[in-house]
């Protein structure tokens, strides 16, 4: 794979290092990088490792150097045939993005900050197919300033060589060379710019008070920019009042590790400080955004929200940098030792620059599929609605199929086709745009109907007659049909029933969701094919990956679940609602919410609500909301993210079948609450029958009863649940591979 990296230049600063650091990385890997800036000190880096570097000025918003940029990068990209172009500021994003519309390329951006938002700002930034964030924060920030969709923004880290960081460097030759004889030694590295070194004037500030108190107190503060002068001007005034050379400006440097391996203890944020957390130092996190202080295990969680640059906290003072300096020299060097291993612990877990890369590399992926001139698979269902569970089948389809041949050409019937092109990276048509729809099968081999209760007529006949409409269209042209893990039913009428049954007797092959289907089509008379099928499988959202466990932490604290919780999600419908129930009984909302509130009580449990369909589920969760009370009702969840809540829950209670889906791949206990046949077929499915209760005669005290089996057995059912869930993902898979295998059926390559 060949990548274009575009940033503003290459001097001393957080994101420059990133983009150093990930390149030599991918170009280790095999990757062909080249990098575009305006240049700086870092140029000599990529040399060493054979990366190309390309001068644009690519650092100001002049409009002469604009259009230099423009057609520098379209006579660049024009050549070199790039599979990926990567800008990594504002400045190049924005060209690249024009360029993208022209020319067509895959780009993608990361977000290394927060910047200024205005209405014309908002409006030219370009963001690409894909963008990256160095945290939640800055995820969180694209997501509400940009209106980005949570599932289009990954999460990466500030990666660190941890072999080139750590505390085995040799700092003799700068010590030397700029005569550092201190015995107790603070080191800051930090671009000297008026937005960005507020901490380094400040601990010039702390440093006149210091170096009475501390014999040997010494600093030395590494990097330029537009206030070098300035910060030089106040280090020679306290050295001439100190009588020596307290505070030492080096101006920018290369040399970071062995200048960071010269500190007692290290003052900075972002990425400067996990490179002296590599190395073994103690910390002081303390920037221009804001304040942490010494870092600890205490408040590493609190750092790690802020990707260590301590945003939204209280600001650095001159007295709370003098506090922790003291605090860290009245230590003893075991206990300041102590700080320094725990920090590395931190790195090694989760910072190495091996891991930054694989982020990337996911990221590419899921971007970097080839332009395909021919199709191979057309995908129809449910798709394009907002409906989670839906949603979380397509993605599944999708990465699964990738998996097994990541240059298969796919094409989704969706209701929003530009939608559903940029989240999962597909050709997309309009569903009911028939000569579009027929265009696409005139060039693939194969469609599937993916997922999901197509194959009824219990809610609609139209919906049947469109299913069955798009799949007659298909063998008509030749294609093969599979239907992969489809929901049976219920089938009321019958003409749907044989409907149903003819089209798939004309299926090349038939996976079921489960045995309850699998019943259905014996009773419609589909024989068995040990080729063809009918196979029981399993859900395609098995195989659904939860979202980072950074993100899953950042939507805890967001929506303030700060204790141990339960996730909920119910529907409209089936007299579950106010009103009087069909029976003359209260309705089944009010018993449910009377359970739940004395589940939360008796357990301390937050009760957590997710509308999985906002379109539909939004009223029906508010009415619940009210009747418990206490609670939370949490909006806008993707899919991924609702997968990796559940990896916190203590339990799930679901009307929504895909929420007991999640739930049993997250290997979380469940209790569903049946309005179809589906919910009992699916619980029945996973040996879980005895946790469903059906919502048209539910009654007080059945859904106490069923959690306090749950919260009583929690370990026993959650080892239940990983067996499942590892048999579910192996037929899941399987899916995909057979409908890769359709695919190929006529080529060589099996």
């Known amino acids: 794979m060949k990548i274009l990296m575009t940033l503003m230049g290459l001097e001393i600063g957080g994101a420059e290092t990133h983009v150093v650091e990930l390149s030599k990385e991918l170009r280790a890997r095999g990757y062909d990088i080249v990098v575009a800036s305006s240049g700086g000190v870092y140029e000599r880096e990529l040399e060493k490792s054979c990366i190309r570097h390309v001068t644009l000025p690519l650092?100001?918003?002049?409009?002469?150097?604009?259009?230099?940029?423009?057609?520098?990068?379209?006579?660049?990209?024009?050549?070199?045939?790039?599979?990926?172009?990567?800008?990594?500021?504002?400045?190049?994003?924005?060209?690249?993005?024009?360029?993208?519309?022209?020319?067509?390329?895959?780009?993608?951006?990361?977000?290394?900050?927060?910047?200024?938002?205005?209405?014309?700002?908002?409006?030219?930034?370009?963001?690409?197919?894909?963008?990256?964030?160095?945290?939640?924060?800055?995820?969180?920030?694209?997501?509400?300033k940009y209106r980005m969709p949570s599932d289009n923004i990954d999460l990466t880290i500030n990666g660190i060589d941890t072999k080139h960081f750590s505390k085995n460097i040799d700092s003799n030759a700068v010590k030397r060379e700029l005569g550092l004889i201190g015995r107790f030694r603070v080191v800051c590295v930090s671009r000297i710019d008026t937005e960005a070194a507020m901490h380094a004037f400040l601990l010039c500030d702390a440093a006149e008070t210091l170096y009475r108190e501390i014999p040997g107190f010494e600093l030395l503060i590494v990097g330029g920019g537009t206030a070098f002068e300035a910060l030089k001007t106040r280090a020679d005034e306290l050295n001439r009042k100190a009588g020596r050379a307290l505070v030492k400006l080096t101006g920018a440097r290369t040399d970071v590790a062995e200048l960071i391996g010269s500190a007692d203890v290290f003052v900075g944020v972002s990425r400067s400080a996990l490179e002296a957390m590599s190395e073994e130092k103690p910390v002081v996190l303390a920037g221009a955004q804001g304040y942490i202080g010494i870092l600890t295990r205490e408040n590493e969680k609190l750092a790690e929200s802020t990707n260590f640059c301590c945003r939204g906290e209280k600001l650095p003072t001159a007295g709370l940098l003098a506090d922790d300096l003291r605090r860290l020299h009245a230590m003893t060097p075991e206990e300041r030792a102590d700080l320094g291993r725990y920090n590395r612990s931190v790195i090694l877990r989760g910072y190495s620059v091996s891991k930054m890369a694989d982020d990337y590399v996911r990221a590419y992926k899921k971007v970097a599929f080839p332009k395909y001139d021919h199709g191979d698979i057309v995908i129809s269902g449910y798709y394009g609605f907002d409906n989670m569970g839906d949603d979380s089948l397509l993605m599944s389809i999708v990465d699964g199929i990738r998996t097994v041949d990541p240059d298969i050409g796919i094409t989704v019937l969706s209701n929003k086709p530009s939608e559903t092109r940029k989240l999962y990276g597909v050709r997309s048509v309009n569903r009911v745009d028939i000569p579009r729809i027929a265009a696409e099968m005139n060039r693939a081999k194969l469609l599937i109907s993916g997922g999901g209760?197509?194959?009824?007529?219990?809610?609609?006949?139209?919906?049947?007659?469109?299913?069955?409409?798009?799949?007659?269209?298909?063998?008509?042209?030749?294609?093969?049909?599979?239907?992969?893990?489809?929901?049976?039913?219920?089938?009321?009428?019958?003409?749907?029933?044989?409907?149903?049954?003819?089209?798939?007797?004309?299926?090349?092959?038939?996976?079921?969701?489960?045995?309850?289907?699998?019943?259905?089509?014996?009773?419609?008379?589909?024989?068995?094919?040990?080729?063809?099928?009918?196979?029981?499988?399993?859900?395609?959202?098995?195989?659904?990956?939860?979202?980072?466990?950074?993100?899953?932490?950042?939507?805890?604290?967001?929506?303030?679940?700060?204790?141990?919780?339960?996730?909920?999600?119910?529907?409209?419908?089936?007299?579950?609602?106010?009103?009087?129930?069909?029976?003359?009984?209260?309705?089944?909302?009010?018993?449910?919410?009377?359970?739940?509130?004395?589940?939360?009580?008796?357990?301390?449990?937050?009760?957590?609500?997710?509308?999985?369909?906002?379109?539909?589920?939004?009223?029906?969760?508010?009415?619940?909301?009210?009747?418990?009370?206490?609670?939370?009702?949490?909006?806008?969840?993707?899919?991924?993210?609702?997968?990796?809540?559940?990896?916190?829950?203590?339990?799930?209670?679901?009307?929504?079948?895909?929420?007991?889906?999640?739930?049993?791949?997250?290997?979380?206990?469940?209790?569903?609450?049946?309005?179809?046949?589906?919910?009992?077929?699916?619980?029945?499915?996973?040996?879980?029958?005895?946790?469903?209760?059906?919502?048209?005669?539910?009654?007080?005290?059945?859904?106490?009863?069923?959690?306090?089996?749950?919260?009583?057995?929690?370990?026993?059912?959650?080892?239940?649940?990983?067996?499942?869930?590892?048999?579910?993902?192996?037929?899941?898979?399987?899916?995909?591979?057979?409908?890769?295998?359709?695919?190929?059926?006529?080529?060589?390559?099996?």
């Open 453 to 750: 209760s197509l194959l009824q007529d219990g809610t609609s006949r139209k919906s049947l007659f469109y299913y069955v409409t798009i799949m007659r269209m298909a063998k008509k042209r030749g294609l093969s049909l599979m239907l992969l893990a489809n929901g049976l039913g219920p089938l009321v009428s019958e003409s749907g029933k044989r409907c149903a049954a003819e089209i798939m007797r004309e299926a090349d092959r038939i996976s079921l969701r489960e045995e309850h289907s699998m019943g259905i089509a014996r009773e419609l008379g589909i024989p068995d094919d040990p080729k063809r099928g009918p196979f029981v499988s399993a859900d395609p959202a098995f195989l659904m990956k939860p979202t980072d466990p950074l993100w899953t932490d950042h939507i805890l604290a967001r929506e303030d679940i700060g204790r141990d919780f339960f996730l909920v999600s119910i529907k409209p419908g089936n007299n579950f609602g106010s009103g009087k129930s069909a029976n003359g009984e209260r309705p089944p909302i009010e018993t449910i919410a009377a359970d739940i509130k004395k589940i939360s009580g008796k357990y301390n449990l937050l009760p957590v609500l997710v509308p999985m369909h906002p379109d539909k589920d939004t009223d029906i969760t508010r009415e619940l909301a009210g009747l418990i009370g206490e609670c939370r009702v949490v909006r806008g969840l993707s899919a991924s993210e609702l997968c990796g809540l559940l990896t916190r829950a203590s339990f799930a209670v679901g009307m929504r079948l895909h929420m007991l889906i999640f739930a049993a791949a997250a290997k979380t206990p469940m209790i569903g609450i049946s309005y179809d046949p589906k919910i009992d077929a699916f619980l029945d499915y996973i040996g879980q029958k005895k946790f469903c209760l059906d919502v048209r005669n539910v009654a007080e005290g059945e859904l106490l009863s069923a959690a306090d089996a749950v919260m009583a057995d929690r370990e026993g059912i959650a080892e239940v649940l990983r067996t499942v869930s590892d048999r579910m993902r192996r037929l899941a898979a399987s899916d995909c591979e057979a409908a890769v295998r359709e695919v190929k059926k006529d080529c060589n390559l099996l």
């Open 59 to 144: 650092h100001t918003k002049s409009p002469s150097a604009l259009i230099k940029s423009y057609k520098g990068l379209e006579r660049l990209i024009s050549r070199e045939k790039f599979d990926i172009v990567h800008a990594h500021a504002r400045i190049p994003a924005f060209v690249c993005g024009l360029l993208a519309k022209k020319m067509g390329f895959h780009f993608i951006t990361s977000t290394h900050g927060v910047y200024k938002v205005d209405p014309i700002l908002t409006r030219v930034s370009d963001w690409g197919e894909r963008s990256i964030a160095v945290s939640p924060d800055v995820k969180q920030y694209l997501i509400d």
